[in-house]
Each structure stands twice: as C-alpha cells, then as structure tokens.
C-alpha cells in the first residue's frame, strides 16, 4: 500500500468510527468478473481491512448473493473488526438463482472466451422486481446473514425503495419489523440506500433509522442543496456513493464514448479541463472533493483488485482540494448542463 493513514468519522447517531473510505462490494463475485475471480477478491478484502477501511457495503442482490459470500468469507475470523453493511428489498428472479449453481462451470469458458461484463450502471433498475413487506425482509435479511456467515448485521438497509413505498403504511409495519430484528440481535441498525436525493425528504422521520445513502459526487451534486444539511440535523449517518461516478472519469473514454453513456457529459469534459490546469487527474479530483464534506460518514469506493486498492489509495493519499480549487469545482461544473 501507498503508506497513507485512513481516517475515521463519527457515523450519525451511532457509537461507530468509520472509515472515511469503504469497500463498495457491488463488483466483486459474478459470472462474468475477471481479474482473478474469488481468489483475488478475497485478497483484496483482506488488504483493504490492513490498510484501515473498516466498513464493507454490500447487498443480497450484488453477483445473486456471492459478494455477501465474499465478504463473509473475508472476515469470519475478523468479524470484530469490522461493520458490513448489507441491503435487502430486490428480488433475485428464479433464473438468476440458477445461475449461483452453474457459476463454477461456466466461469473458465467466459474467461477463455475473454467475455467481458457492461460497466454498471447507478442504479440496478426498474425491470428487477422488489418486495418490502415485513415477511420477506425478514427472510431477505435472514438469507443474508447465512451467506454472511454472522450471527448480525452491522446495518441492514431498504434497498432503493421508492417514494410511494416510502410513503406507504406497509412500510412503517415493514421498520417495525426492521426493530423486531435489531431487538433479537441479528441486524444492529437499520437505514434507507435511495437512488435520488429528492427522495431524502422522506425518509427524514422514518421510524428508527439511523442512516442514508445517498448518490453524491462531483458529478452528482444535488445533495448539497439542504439534503446533508436535514440529514445530519437529525443525526443520520450519510453514506455517499458514486464519487467515481460509475467509472465515466475514465481518462480512456472518448468523448463519443461519454455521449453515448453519460447524461452529463458535458460535466466530464469541464472537469478534464480543469483538473489538467491542476495538475490533477480528474479520478483524484473527484475523490478529493467528495473527501472535502465533512458530514458525509463515508464514502464508498469500488474496489475489484489490490491494484485497484492501491490506486485508490494514491489518490485518497494526495493533497487535498484548497478552498480556492474547491469552490472552482463547485461553480465551474456544476454550471453545466445535462
């Protein structure tokens, strides 16, 4: 590792220090992963627990279960060290489930192959069906924790519900049931992952939650419009994702590969300019100006291989925006339209 010391924020209303960087497990585990596969993630699960990171953000539906397993794997005897968080609220269709059983056998034929998986996008989608009743999170949540191989759950968040299940009376009995498992021990604190901002408002007198995740980044700035601001007067922790914004800060994408996959664009293009004034690459850039707002508990960075670590280490480890570099960002990307 680079040597860089990580650095530790207070988690809402909780008593947890969490690292201000942490391990984004959406990409790790799958069919069509490359890299080294299993063996590799798991090496870089345990280099990123030396290096500092202590909070791990997973979901039941990331690789139909297999990051959870990943992760489990990773720390069963390090469970004391460290907070994963884990999400519930899809529903894995019955043909993705097979899949968990062919996976074995299909993988050294995609990699012989060289079949490569689309970058992914910010949000799983609409097409996937959810379900929010108490009956089935509890289930969800249970399933979870076997694949976990733990007794508990650190934090056990809604996965992307949306605003008319937020608003609904079966999801107040559906966090009446999110308390029945905290008070049984087996989830520790509970919260909501959205996939927009304007959603927060909703949230903010939810019964029992203690924190948000939320899409921030310097892409994605909306959030600094009152959202951190209500979130933290109530005392909820905030995870931000997306400070890499889905990878489209790539330094290898053209810019006809920027208007075909990425709404803002234009955005992309200004902060190029303004980071190669800098002397900064745009990558650092992003990370650093997300690192710069101090209510956010942590940032969650995906992370696929000890060389992907360790890059995202040397840009964690670089100098910080100034005031003056940061409300240039602020302003100068910002005014660019979608």
């Known amino acids: 590792m680079t040597g860089a010391s990580v650095r530790y924020r207070a988690f809402g209303k909780t008593d947890w220090n969490v690292s201000e960087i942490g391990f984004g497990g959406a ?6 992963a490359q890299d080294g596969g299993r063996a590799t993630s798991l090496r870089t699960l345990a280099a990123a627990l030396d290096a500092g990171i202590n909070f791990y953000d997973t979901a039941d539906m ?16 390090a469970r004391d060290k460290v907070l994963i968080a884990t999400k519930g609220g899809y529903c894995i269709p019955a043909g993705k489930k097979i899949i968990q059983f062919v996976k ?4 050294p034929i995609i990699r012989a192959l060289k079949i490569r998986r689309m970058p992914a996008a910010s949000g799983i989608g609409g097409s996937i069906p959810q379900n929010f009743s108490p009956g ?11 694949r976990l191989r733990s007794d508990y759950i650190d934090l056990y968040q809604m996965h992307s519900p949306s605003r008319e299940v937020l608003r609904s009376s079966q999801f ?11 008070s049984e021990g087996k989830i520790r604190q509970y919260g909501i992952a959205l996939d927009s901002v304007h959603d927060a408002p909703h949230c903010f007198d939810l019964q029992g939650i203690s924190s948000l995740q939320l ?9 600094l419009d ?3 601001e209500e979130t933290s007067k109530r005392q909820l922790g905030i995870i931000a994702r997306g400070c890499f914004a889905g990878g489209a800060l790539k330094g290898s994408l053209t810019e006809a590969d920027l208007q075909a996959s990425e709404p803002k664009w234009e955005r992309v293009l200004r902060l190029r300019r303004i980071a190669e004034k800098l002397g900064r690459s745009p990558i650092e850039i992003a990370l650093q100006f997300s690192l710069r707002e101090p209510r956010i508990g942590v940032n969650i960075i995906g992370m696929r291989t000890p060389a992907h670590l360790a890059s995202n280490f040397q840009h964690y480890s670089s100098r910080p925006l100034s005031d003056e570099e940061f409300q240039k960002l602020l302003t100068d990307v910002s005014a660019v339209g979608v």
């Open 172 to 182: 107040e009995d559906t966090l009446g049931e999110l308390g029945k498992l905290k």
């Open 62 to 77: 990331y690789s139909q279960g297999e990051s959870e397993i990943l992760i489990g794997n990773a720390f069963r005897k």
């Open 226 to 228: 009152g959202v951190f």
């Open 27 to 32: 990409r790790i585990g799958g069919l069509l």
């Open 104 to 107: 074995p056998f299909a993988k």
């Open 136 to 146: 089935y999170i509890r289930n969800a949540a249970e399933a979870s924790l076997r």
């Open 215 to 223: 899409p921030f980044g310097i892409l994605d700035m909306e959030a």
